[in-house]
């Protein structure tokens, strides 16, 4: 079985890096440059990994299948998951 790659969010998956991004500024005033973005992308969605902290030593990472919607309780539990890590 292949490793896939880990890439960056934005590239892969540009609409889920900016609702991330909206979410997180909207909501809790964490901003774009507060967080690095990656994606493996699997067979049924996306492994979505968000780095944060000093140096981004800090991850949460999270499976979302798709279809991806930003209206979804999966993305919505995942949003929270991030700021409570970075709060």
Same mark, same amino acid.
């Given at each position: 079985?292949?490793?896939?790659?880990?890439?960056?969010?934005?590239?892969?998956?540009?609409?889920?890096?900016?609702?991330?991004?909206?979410?997180?500024?909207?909501? $809790?005033?964490?901003?774009?440059?507060?967080?690095?973005?990656?994606?493996?992308?699997?067979?049924?969605?996306?492994?979505?990994?968000?780095?944060?902290?000093?140096? $981004?030593?800090?991850?949460?990472?999270? $499976?979302?299948?798709?279809?991806?919607?930003?209206?979804?309780?999966?993305?919505?539990? $995942?949003?929270?998951?991030?700021?409570?890590?970075?709060?």
């Amino acid at each position: 079985m292949s490793q896939k790659k880990i890439q960056s969010l934005q590239i892969v998956y540009p609409n889920l890096y900016r609702w991330i991004v909206e979410e997180l500024e909207e909501k $809790f005033c964490i901003h774009s440059y507060d967080i690095q973005a990656d994606a493996i992308q699997k067979e049924n969605g996306v492994e979505v990994i968000i780095r944060f902290g000093q140096y $981004f030593h800090h991850q949460k990472k999270e $499976f979302l299948s798709n279809p991806i919607e930003r209206s979804s309780e999966e993305f919505n539990k $995942f949003i929270h998951k991030i700021w409570k890590g970075l709060s």
